[in-house]
């Protein structure tokens, strides 16, 4: 059993938060990009 912290674990816990926030934005951006793709057609119909 460990007493102290070990620095990795927090070096594991910012590249969690970093890929993490990195795969959230990219999901948020396709999104938006479908969205904006949708108003586009919707748009070009009228």
């Known amino acids: ?6 620095q990795w674990d927090f070096v594991y816990a910012a590249y969690a938060l970093g890929v993490g926030g990195t795969l959230a934005m990219m999901a948020w951006s396709w999104l ?7 108003r586009r057609e919707k748009a ?3």
């Open 1 to 6: 059993m460990r007493e102290a912290l070990d």
């Open 44 to 46: 070009r119909q009228r």
């Open 32 to 38: 938006a990009m479908k969205r904006a793709e949708a």
